[in-house]
């Protein structure tokens, strides 16, 4: 979906963002990492997708330009998540359990985030940035 690696921070709304191409529904987004790290804290030791290696939970987010969240589908807004079979440093994510395909116009923003920069909480003493590809699986629909 993007032309450029989109990279995003993990502190001070430095979200990174793209520009979907192609319009249409999407049931299945993967994002591949391709440089860097993010991190949650002083202690050291950052990942791709959270906070550290050693940690279950991911912290990054898709959302539109109005910063509502795409995906993952959760219930509430917290910072972080866990996705069966993914950890923080794993080489990509991918979202396949979407309930409702997601319909994605040709011009709109998409962003991600790093979860406690999209809450504005505890993101003090987080540093780093992470950059990924970001593919799409498109439902194709039947001509009449």
């Given amino acids: 979906m993007n032309t450029d690696p989109v990279c995003f921070g993990a502190r001070g709304d430095k979200f990174g963002s793209f520009e979907v191409k192609i319009g249409g529904s999407v049931n299945f987004v993967k994002l591949v990492h391709v440089s860097g790290e993010v991190a949650c804290g002083f202690l050291g030791g950052g990942s791709k997708f959270g906070c550290r290696k050693s940690s279950p939970e991911l912290y990054t987010f ?23 079979g993914y950890h923080p440093d794993s080489t990509e994510i991918v979202f396949t359990n979407i309930s409702t395909p997601l319909r994605l116009s ?3 923003q ?9 809450r504005d909480e505890t993101e003090i003493d987080n540093s780093g940035s992470s950059c990924v590809d970001v593919y799409a699986k498109y439902i194709l629909s039947k001509a009449l």
Avoid: F, M
């Fill in 62 to 84: 898709i959302t539109t330009a109005n910063n509502d969240i795409l995906l993952p589908e959760v219930d509430e807004l917290l910072p972080k998540y866990t996705l069966q």
């Fill in 106 to 108: 040709s011009g709109q």
């Fill in 110 to 118: 998409l962003r991600i985030w790093y979860g406690e920069d999209l």
